[in-house]
Nanobody, 121 residues
Framework: QLQLVESGGGSVQAGGSLRLSCVAS??????MGWVRQAPGKEREGIAT????????DYADSVKGRFTISRDNAKNTLYLQMNNLKPEDTAMYYC????????????????WGQGTQVTVSS
């Protein structure tokens, strides 16, 4: 059973940056990604990265501002978030194991518990 633990969330002002991390309990070749959920809204898949790290996919809402990457030697997934906006405020979840597209993240098999990101204007 793959376990995922996120960290790195926090509070930041608009225009700021945060870096999220997600450590996996075991090495895997799964596609991994990030999903976010704002209060009262559905979960939104925002980025995926292939098992090798060579292929990425982003939702339009974060393209050009967020960068997903992974370090397989450390079993760790990252999300670098720049130029944050108040509408980025949400709980951010790490996920693994599914079709490697950001719009398919809700179907992924393994999920972390989430880390909160709050962006103030």
């Amino acid at each position: 059973q793959l376990q995922l633990v996120e960290s790195g969330g926090g509070s930041v002002q608009a225009g700021g940056s945060l870096r999220l991390s997600c450590v996996a309990s075991v090495a895997s070749g799964y596609c991994m990604g990030w999903v976010r959920q704002a209060p009262g809204k559905e979960r939104e898949g925002i980025a995926t990265v292939s098992g090798s790290g060579g292929t990425t996919d982003y939702a339009d809402s974060v393209k050009g501002r967020f960068t997903i990457s992974r370090d397989n030697a450390k079993n760790t997934l990252y999300l670098q978030m720049n130029n944050l906006k108040p509408e980025d405020t949400a709980m951010y979840y790490c996920a693994a194991g599914g079709l490697c597209r950001s719009d398919r993240l809700r179907d992924f098999r393994y999920w972390g518990q989430g880390t909160q990101v709050t962006v103030s204007s």
